[in-house]
T-cell receptor, first 113, second 112 residues
């Protein structure tokens, strides 16, 4: 356990479904992130939250909707996804957004059918 | 924007042999440099980082990396690998600001 917990570990959903990914950290970190990891591609930053405020949205399609109710929890709401959205979704946290390394969760393996 | 190049997508190496995983980045401005390891079905774990000071950085599990500013490189090395080092390794660069830039990863396979 790294201190960042992601649920579920695996998710299969149809293109018309609505689902949510959850990330939780109790490390006292103030910044949380969503990344998308696809095979043979660099990790893609999706969203950044710092002190619960979204500070970065990397041109992510609106079918992905993040939510950060407090500094310990981060959600990614999914709706009407496409098969190309199948990937490993990683949550990470850090003390701040400066020069810190991240602590990553184990990820949610998403398959869109 | 930054780009991070990991030249070798796959590196097979025999157990107890040395290994070097290469990483080059595009910008010559001040950056922070990181190596992460990802074991199967897990997230990324920080191996080591360079923020400032000595260009030779030591990390966990016997790994070390050397920052070379003139060559914009941050190669990862280990003098003697173990079976348990089999994993995916990612180099990452962080210029000033929020954004990390990751390479595409190098798959290290240690052969018994």
């Amino acid at each position: 356990e790294t201190g960042v917990t992601q649920t579920p570990r695996h998710l299969v959903m149809g293109m018309t479904n609505k689902k949510s990914l959850k990330c939780e950290q109790h490390l006292g970190h103030n910044a949380m992130y969503w990344y998308k990891q696809s095979a043979k591609k660099p990790l893609e930053l999706m969203f950044v939250y710092n002190f619960k405020e979204q500070t970065e949205n990397n041109s992510v399609p609106s079918r992905f909707s993040p939510e950060c109710p407090n500094s310990s929890h981060l959600f990614l709401h999914l709706h009407t996804l496409q098969p190309e959205d199948s990937a490993l979704y990683l949550c990470a946290s850090s003390p701040g957004t400066a020069n810190y390394g991240y602590t990553f969760g184990s990820g949610t393996r998403l398959t869109v059918v | 924007a930054q780009s991070v190049t990991q030249l070798d997508s796959q590196v097979p190496v025999f157990e107890e042999a040395p290994v070097e995983l290469r990483c080059n980045y595009s910008s010559s401005v001040s950056v922070y440099l990181f190596w992460y390891v990802q074991y199967p079905n897990q997230g990324l774990q920080l191996l080591l980082k360079y923020l400032s000071g000595s260009t030779l950085v030591k990390g966990i599990n016997g790994f070390e990396a050397e920052f070379n500013k003139s060559q914009t490189s941050f190669h990862l090395r280990k003098p003697s690998v173990h079976i348990s080092d089999t994993a995916e390794y990612f180099c990452a660069v962080k210029p000033t600001g929020n954004q990390f830039y990751f390479g595409t990863g190098t798959s290290l396979t240690v052969i018994p």
